[in-house]
């Protein structure tokens, strides 16, 4: 768990967290991002990891798939695959 501060929001931290997981190459390409894992680990709401995911997604660090949850999109693949 991380120490939170308390003049940001803590999906924005969250956020930055794993963004770095990802940038760092911690949460390889293709690599399932699960919400109920991080919901667990930083000891917030799944809506707060909601926000996460979205921006993730906006940024297009992640790409999500309906039943099959979100994965760390992989720079190489052509935007159409993902």
Excluded at 10 to 30: D, F, H, L, M, T
Excluded at 38 to 67: C, M, N
Aim: glycine share 4%.
């Amino acid at each position: 768990m991380i120490e939170y501060d308390p003049t940001e929001p803590k999906w924005r931290q969250i956020y930055a967290v794993v963004r770095r997981r990802i940038e760092s190459g911690e949460y390889p390409p293709k690599a399932l991002v699960s919400e109920v894992r991080l919901e667990a680990e930083f000891e917030v709401t799944r809506t707060t990891i909601r926000k996460v995911t979205k921006q993730l997604r906006e940024d297009g660090l992640i790409v999500t798939r309906p039943s099959l949850g979100s994965f760390v999109a992989d720079p190489a693949a052509p935007a159409a695959e993902e």
